[in-house]
């Protein structure tokens, strides 16, 4: 806990308990008899109910730091009596319901949580007669640990954004090619589509298409053109490629520019799959699926050889 934080709290513990109106039953009931504290604080300090003239003991599975216990409003209390792993607290006869306190309890190990912090709620009836708290700590040897786990996750994690950096520098160059092994002495094929409609009336229209085949790498590709003719622009959800024996193949890249916008202007799109010498043989036809639940296929795609 921060000086910034403690010194809150000392002030809290120290100003008039609060004044509020009778908690409602609900709020008592539901109020439990067990509270297990994590290492890392909730938003809201847990909960409990106390009743004048009735005695409320709060029971810990870790020593107490017995000297800096401290609850807001000592005085509206009979007694208060803390032990290494228990405090009870006995409210006086003249507890008005409604009233709150803070009852913070710091730990003696160490290990987190250091502290925890109670809201005591005064009500007519529902006072709590035994809290077991049950405090999952966790060691400094822990944190250290995972402090050290995430200084090398980062290390890796920086190694791999200079991999990428370096990469960028080439993408979409012949050194790119090269490095990925996409070209070799059997060459980069490419070929020019033309005439590829969408069966779907005036969904999209392909305007141009070029098809490339890299043997080496194995890697089919398309750069097309495409327009739709519509008033409100069209999103794509879906884009693959499917053949006549009822194979879907995904592209590995999809590269657009957000939705196809209105009234036949042009849109880029540039995809790319993993395909082998056998599979390129095949028509494929490209399946283009809208947001709107609209399908456009689009047939006659070949590739190459």
């Known amino acids: 806990m921060s000086l910034l934080s403690s010194a809150r709290l000392i002030l809290a513990l120290h100003a008039s308990p609060a004044q509020a109106d009778t908690p409602s039953y609900v709020e008592c009931e539901s109020a439990s008899s067990r509270i297990d504290l994590l290492p890392k604080a909730t938003a809201a300090p847990p909960k409990a109910c106390i009743s004048a003239d009735i005695a409320t003991a709060f029971t810990f599975n870790a020593d107490v730091n017995r000297g800096l216990v401290a609850i807001q409003g000592r005085e509206r209390f009979e007694s208060f009596v803390v032990a290494d792993r228990m405090i009870v607290l006995r409210p006086k006869s003249d507890l008005t319901p409604g ?9 003696l190990d160490g290990a987190a949580p250091g502290s925890a912090t109670f809201l005591l709620i005064a009500h007519p009836a529902l006072a709590t007669r035994q809290i077991d708290v049950f405090r999952h700590a966790r ?14 996750e980062n290390a890796q994690l920086r190694n791999r954004v200079e991999q990428l950096e370096s990469q960028v520098l080439t993408r979409g160059g012949l050194a790119d090619l090269l490095a990925n092994n996409f070209i070799d002495p059997e060459g980069l094929k490419t070929a020019l589509l033309n ?8 969904a999209l229209y392909v305007r141009n298409c070029l098809s490339l085949y890299a043997i080496a790498g194995a890697r089919a590709a398309l750069k097309l053109t495409v327009a739709q003719s519509g008033a409100q622009e069209w999103s794509i959800k879906e884009i693959f490629l499917a053949d006549e024996h009822g194979g879907v193949f995904k592209p590995i890249t999809w590269l657009g520019t957000g939705p196809i916008p209105p009234g036949n202007a042009p849109y880029p799109v540039i995809l790319e799959w993993q395909l082998d010498r056998s599979e390129i043989k095949r028509p494929f036809a490209l399946i283009v699926v809208g947001n709107d ?3 456009v296929r689009v047939s006659k795609v070949l590739f190459p050889q």
């Open 195 to 202: 005439n590829l409609t969408g069966i779907r009336g005036d």
């Open 293 to 295: 639940g609209r399908t």
């Open 99 to 107: 009233e709150r306190f803070l009852l913070s309890v710091p730990f």
């Open 139 to 152: 060691t400094v040897k822990a944190y250290q640990q995972e402090v050290q786990e995430v200084r090398a």
